[in-house]
């Protein structure tokens, strides 16, 4: 059973900058599509970045383009987000999601399209 694991949440102030990590364990070998969700208050859960397995095909949602990056070390089973710039809008609970994939070069955007997910971790940004 894959376990995934979010740390690096917090809370800051706006402007600066937070990296998060999802670590995978449990997995078999097979090739594995990661992203990174967040849900707010009273809102809907959204992707906000994605990656592909062979980490040269990237997804970024429109808010948050040019200030996040998504990055992953398949030697290590993890998968990063680099948040800089950040603003009070990003406030949620960033949740780490993955799915066995056939093809290295896909990402996945949609939450029905993912298997696993972590617990999620805090991230608070105040004005």
């Known amino acids: 059973q894959v376990q995934l694991v979010e740390s690096g949440g917090g809370l800051v102030q706006a402007g600066v900058s937070l990296r998060l990590s999802c670590a995978a364990s449990g997995r078999s070998a097979s090739m594995y599509a990661m992203g990174w969700f967040r849900q707010a208050p009273g809102k809907e859960r959204e992707c906000v970045a994605a990656i592909s397995w062979s980490g040269g095909r990237l997804y970024y949602a429109d808010s948050v383009k040019g200030r996040f990056t998504i990055s992953r070390d398949n030697a290590k089973n993890t998968v990063y987000l680099q948040m800089n710039s950040l603003k009070p809008e990003d406030t949620a609970v960033y949740y780490c999601?993955?799915?066995?994939?056939?093809?290295?070069?896909?990402?996945?955007?949609?939450?029905?399209?993912?298997?696993?997910w972590g617990q999620g971790t805090q991230v608070t940004v105040s004005s």
């Open positions: 999601a993955g799915v066995v994939t056939y093809y290295r070069g896909d990402y996945y955007s949609r939450e029905r399209e993912y298997d696993d």
